[in-house]
């Protein structure tokens, strides 16, 4: 086969063999040939600042050099092995020690996976079929997960909306959908309706925060109508704080949800909850009727899970999160100062962890609040961003601690040249 030597030509052959030309995840018009440190290149050599970071898991950097040789010492001892492995044990240990709600783990290969197993165990335990989900929030692809994730019509609560085809009826007759931060919406449901086994939620929705005493109010709810909460850490463990949200609140969920980080930039994801509730995963302890049945053919597999480990030895080193949350203020900071220079009006929303900014006079609280004024201000300012050096997603900056003095400089550059394009809109 000749040698492909420019993206145009990899993103013809993709045309013919990927529907939409790409993989489903991100902008197909890039294609990326490599990443080092806090730095990826495209297939005609183009050097961008990664603020992708592959959508969260490459906290560390491209390449870090202690998770390689973890990864090269495992993979002359096997790739998987479809059973118990030591590597996996240690990062389940490794898990139950860092996460306040995790008693036991159970693993699996993606955050989806996880989340649909999270929902199921939710029903297995308590007996209940239905979810509670907050508009927007993301919960990965399953048929629950899909309803009212990113819905392009507003309809009144709790009805859910269905974001993608093939979804049948039925699944919305067990979810309902609740405005993220308001408690008194979730409160009247939870009167309503006495068949609620769970809530689902992302600790930090996207990128809103939950107002101050949005959190322990879901857990004072659940916990007065006998309904599970369920934590999506999928993103926020291991960022937000090395025991993930959990740590950060101070608010301790019946089940939560993590990936991204723990498999170290490998396919890897887990649930986790008290003994009692996994017990639902052991047929010995709960007994057929009640037993769920899980299994992957990757699942634990141990070159994941020692990149996993490797990675979080290092994030409980001294310094990491406060350098991490240093680096991602500073980034804040920039564009504040870029924008008020220009007189944008903007609000940056997140946690230094992860975070973007709205060109918006209005406060972000929920899902129909957090978006720009006109969603064509934010396509060039992302525009603008990646003609200059920063790759990042349409709507979320994830700091890396591989970050530099010069990749904030570049940064620092970009985003002036980003503001004063704003500025003559």
């Known amino acids: 086969m000749n040698r492909i030597h420019s993206q145009a030509e990899w993103i013809h052959r993709a045309r013919e063999v990927l529907p939409a030309a790409g993989f489903g995840n991100f902008d197909a018009s890039v294609v990326i040939a490599r990443g080092e440190g806090s730095r990826v290149w495209d297939e005609d050599g ?69 989340d649909m197993y999270a929902i199921r165990l939710a029903r297995a335990y308590t007996g209940k079929p239905k979810i509670l989900k907050f508009e927007g929030g993301y919960h990965g692809m399953s048929a629950e997960a899909q309803m009212s994730l990113a819905p392009a019509r507003e309809v009144n609560f709790p009805t859910p909306v269905p974001d993608s085809a093939g979804i049948p009826q039925g699944v919305a007759a067990e979810m309902l959908i609740a405005p993220f931060n308001d408690l008194d919406a979730v409160a009247s449901l939870l009167t309503e309706h006495d068949d609620i086994a769970a809530i689902i939620v992302e600790p930090l929705q996207r990128i809103i925060p939950a107002k101050p005493g949005f959190l322990q109010g879901l857990r004072d709810l659940c916990d007065r109508h006998a309904v599970l909460l369920i934590f999506d850490e999928i993103v926020t463990g291991f960022r937000l704080a090395y025991g993930g949200a959990q740590e950060r609140y101070g608010v301790v969920p019946d089940i939560c949800t993590l990936g991204k980080i723990i498999g170290g930039g490998f396919p890897l994801a887990a649930l986790g909850g008290s003994a009692e509730i996994m017990a639902h995963f052991d047929k010995a302890a709960v007994g057929a009727d009640k037993w769920l049945m899980q299994l992957g053919t990757l699942s634990g597999n141990p070159v994941a899970a020692s990149a996993g480990l490797k990675t979080m030895e290092i994030l409980r080193r001294p310094g990491q999160y406060e350098r991490l949350r240093e680096l991602g203020q500073t980034l804040m900071d920039m564009q504040a100062k870029a924008l008020d220079a220009v007189g944008i009006a903007h609000r940056l929303c997140g946690d230094p962890t992860l975070f973007d900014v709205y060109v918006t006079q209005a406060d972000p609280k929920d899902y129909r609040t957090a978006r720009h004024a006109d969603p064509h201000l934010g396509t060039v300012w992302n525009a603008t961003l990646r003609d200059h050096g920063v790759f990042k997603s349409a709507g979320k900056l994830y700091p890396s601690l591989a970050l530099t003095d010069a990749d904030m400089d570049l940064t620092s550059r970009a985003i002036e040249r980003a503001a004063a394009r704003l500025s003559e809109h």
């Open 46 to 114: 183009r050097e961008y600042v990664d603020y992708l970071i592959g959508s969260g898991p490459m906290l560390l950097g491209h390449g870090h050099p202690e998770v390689m040789q973890a990864v090269l010492e495992q993979l002359p001892k096997g790739m998987t092995f479809f059973a118990n492995n030591a590597k996996g044990i240690e990062l389940a240990e490794a898990i139950v020690e860092a996460v306040p709600c995790c008693e036991q783990v159970r693993f699996v290969t993606s955050g989806g996976e996880a």
